[in-house]
């Protein structure tokens, strides 16, 4: 909606800019500006694009890439199927254009929008560190420095990549996921530091597109923190698709005058390419934010310490997302804001983040999705476990596709028939597990979610209802 007048902040005697509320970032937290809290003055703090991380620089322009990428190589692999094709051309120029150019006008939008349509909101555009409790100086591009105070305070300014101890790291061109989507062209080579999510799904993109990719990953398998089921089935498809240096760790790099990159790696190998990827994890911008001259505290990792109302050791100070989480997810910190909206207007009656079953997704090739427990830590936890893992290939879909790798996990508690665990590989697994989160968080016996409704035949989530089916509640425990 538009306004006409303008409500600006309260101004102290000191000339500081006081607001009932000031929210530091753009992501998640942007959402918490709505007309419940139109009768108080808002400062939003923001040294980057609006957005935050998932519009700009990770899940939805990644997703864009993926889908290009899914496409390029079903073409490439349908001769099973009995249709021979071939991707003639990438055009890469196209392909990028055409997701920030979709992307970029949705975070100018943004704030455009805060900054000249919103009465009650203030748009300070620069790097906001702290310099008190509930005292933020606010540093322009300009160099121009403004003091921000505020009765409320929301931290929501996510985190940032994590860069490793490689020796010449900093006197080389290197990039992360920040920056690696806006090539201006792309390279032949490519070598990928890390095998977590980012690593696969970014390695699965530039695979597809015809770059040669190289991954240097410490641990013997890819998403080494998954099912280790699922960890061995992704690592089998990089190995056909790149080259894997697994158990390796890069000790120095360099940059030739051609631009032709060397990383040595601790077994005295090395690799050459033209872009050098570092994929190896996100740290949280709470040391930028200098959060402990609030008296906020931080977990060893840097993640701000909250309770399960999202509020900091500091009455009046909040944080979400990427921040504090230990869940670095755009759901998640979609849930964590929605607790911190309600709870800043309702402090008697706060609502509680539930991070009982938080599900995650891994859009590389074979897709990923997982919630709950491994079966390994179900079994540390102490519960007696069934588990049944159910191939694609043996229900009519997967059949019908040919499907010999995909599969389904499921983790139970023998007792109580819950499910604790899920995990798919395989096509359409991040939707396929929507209904198993279900089961979960309303506690819907297995049993009964597979034998108290309807499945479509032949759909492919037959082979969750097969899955299902397959736990085997009566059959007497087996020691391990």
């Not at 509930?134 to 420095?145: F, G, I, N, P, R």
């Not at 070598?191 to 980012?198: A, D, E, M, S, Y």
């Not at 505290?297 to 909040?318: E, F, L």
């Not at 599969?407 to 604790?420: E, P």
């Amino acid at each position: 909606m538009g306004w006409v007048a303008r409500v600006v902040s309260v101004t102290t005697q000191d000339g500081w800019n006081h607001f009932d509320l000031v929210i530091v970032g753009t992501g998640s937290g942007n959402s918490i500006v709505s007309p419940a809290l139109d009768h108080w003055t808002v400062a939003i703090v923001e040294e980057a694009v609006f957005g935050g991380t998932c519009l700009n620089r990770g899940c939805i322009p990644t997703k864009m890439f993926v889908h290009a990428a899914d496409a390029a190589e079903t073409i490439r692999h349908s001769g099973h199927l009995g249709i021979d094709g071939t991707v003639d051309a990438v055009h890469w120029a196209d392909i990028r254009d055409r997701v920030f150019d979709r992307i970029d006008p949705i975070a100018a939008g943004g704030e455009e929008y805060r900054t000249h349509r919103c009465a009650n909101v203030t748009v300070f555009k620069g790097r906001g560190v702290f310099s008190g409790m509930k005292e933020l100086v606010v540093t322009a591009a300009d160099a121009t420095t403004t003091t921000v105070t505020g009765s409320r305070f929301v931290l929501a300014a996510g985190a940032r990549p994590m860069l490793p101890a490689i020796d010449g790291l900093d006197g080389v061109t290197f990039h992360t996921s920040d920056s690696v989507m806006r090539l201006d062209e792309l390279p032949k080579r490519m070598v990928i530091v890390g095998g977590g999510f980012i690593a696969v799904e970014l390695a699965h993109v530039f695979a597809a597109y015809g770059v040669v990719v190289t991954i240097v990953h410490r641990s013997a398998l890819l998403l080494r923190h998954f099912e280790h089921e699922v960890a061995q089935v992704v690592t089998a498809a990089f190995r056909k698709r790149t080259h894997l240096h697994l158990n390796r760790r890069p000790v120095a790099v360099s940059e030739d005058s051609d631009g032709v990159i060397s990383l040595i790696l601790d077994d005295g190998s090395v690799v050459e390419s033209e872009v050098l990827l570092i994929t190896t994890g996100r740290t949280p911008n709470s040391d930028l934010l200098n959060v402990g001259a609030t008296g906020v505290t931080t977990h060893p990792d840097g993640r701000v310490v909250v309770d399960d109302t999202q509020a900091t050791v500091v009455p009046g100070i909040w944080a979400l997302g990427d921040l504090s989480s230990p869940h670095m997810l755009k759901h998640v910190a979609n849930h964590e804001a929605k607790v911190v909206a309600h709870n800043l207007i309702h402090p008697d009656t706060p609502k509680r983040t539930d991070h009982r079953f938080v599900p995650a997704a891994v859009f590389t090739r074979p897709q990923v999705a997982t919630v709950g427990m491994t079966e390994a830590q179900a079994k540390a936890a102490g519960v007696d476990v069934v588990c049944k893992i159910q191939a694609y290939g043996d229900v009519a879909y997967g059949w019908a596709m040919e499907d010999r790798e995909s599969f389904v996990k499921l983790i139970a508690d023998r007792s109580t028939k819950q499910l604790v665990g899920a995990h798919i590989v395989g096509p359409q697994s991040s939707t396929l597990i929507q209904q198993l989160i279900t089961a979960m968080r309303f506690a819907i016996p297995a049993d009964a979610l597979a034998e108290d409704q309807y499945w479509i035949h032949p759909a492919l989530p037959e082979v969750v209802e097969n899955a299902l089916l397959g736990l085997d509640f009566t059959a007497p425990h087996k020691a391990h």
